[in-house]
T-cell receptor, first 117, second 113 residues
Framework: ETGVTQSPTHLIKTRGQQVTLRCSSQ?????VSWYQQALGQGPQFIFQ???????GRGNFPPRFSGLQFPNYSSELNVNALELDDSALYLC????????????????FGPGTRLTVL | AQSVTQLGSHVSVSEGALVLLRCNYS??????LFWYVQYPNQGLQLLLK??????LVKGINGFEAEFKKSETSFHLTKPSAHMSDAAEYFC???????????FGTGTSLTVIP
């Protein structure tokens, strides 16, 4: 069973640029959630995708957008990068979205470290 | 607003001593509760979780936590600290069955030899 993978591992961009981060979910999982973890902070929920549609969003501006593909892998896109976007971006996969009434455990990838200069 | 509070951003214990990391949530509705560990330059690893059933939950690496509804707490303990326990620990909650997690700001655990 393959775990959650993310690419790239590290990335350096300049203010105003755009970036795309990628996540491959664990085998069999159809739900992907993205989190931003600033230095010294806990992860903050950005959004979740379930079966290729956005299924919940945290308090992030529209310049943070995402996609989920038919194979359930996902991308996080950030436009007009700001210095405060520098963070570790974590992807987590799970099975089933929010339906069914039972808890759906999330499995986290190792993250992508984004530095904005 | 619903939130998670971890008291103590840094905790130091001697090797072999009790580990106690505190977590409180603010909500009248009991959430699902989790503890994650993060080693340097790595992602999050689930230590243990409470969803339903017994309020004392045992996890990996000898950790356990007890859900106390009256205190809105989910403190993490380990009877005897090991050097390999040095890491960042995050408490997280969720109020639905698979959507977003709310994380605390983390507690950095140092184990002194």
């Amino acid at each position: 069973e393959t775990g959650v993978t993310q690419s790239p591992t590290h990335l350096i961009k300049t203010r105003g640029q755009q970036v795309t981060l990628r996540c491959s979910s664990q085998s069999g999982h159809n739900t992907v959630s993205w989190y931003q973890q600033a230095l010294g902070q806990g992860p903050q929920f950005i959004f979740q995708y379930y079966r290729e549609e956005e299924n919940g969003r945290g308090n992030f501006p529209p310049r943070f957008s995402g996609l989920q593909f038919p194979n359930y892998s996902s991308e996080l896109n950030v436009n007009a990068l700001e210095l405060d976007d520098s963070a570790l971006y974590l992807c987590a996969s799970s099975l089933g979205g929010t339906s069914g009434g039972s808890f759906k455990e999330q499995f986290f990838g190792p993250g992508t470290r984004l530095t904005v200069l | 607003a619903q939130s998670v509070t971890q008291l103590g951003s840094h905790v130091s214990v001697s090797e072999g001593a009790l580990v106690l990391l505190r977590c409180n949530y603010s909500s009248s509705v009991p959430p699902y509760l989790f503890w994650y560990v993060q080693y340097p330059n790595q992602g999050l690893q689930l230590l243990l979780k409470y969803t339903t059933g017994a309020t004392l939950v045992k996890g990996i690496n000898g950790f356990e936590a007890e859900f106390k509804k009256s205190e809105t707490s989910f403190h993490l303990t380990k009877p005897s600290a090991h050097m390999s326990d040095a890491a960042e620990y995050f408490c997280a909650v969720s109020w639905n069955t698979g959507n977003q997690f709310y994380f605390g700001t983390g507690t950095s655990l140092t184990v002194i030899p």
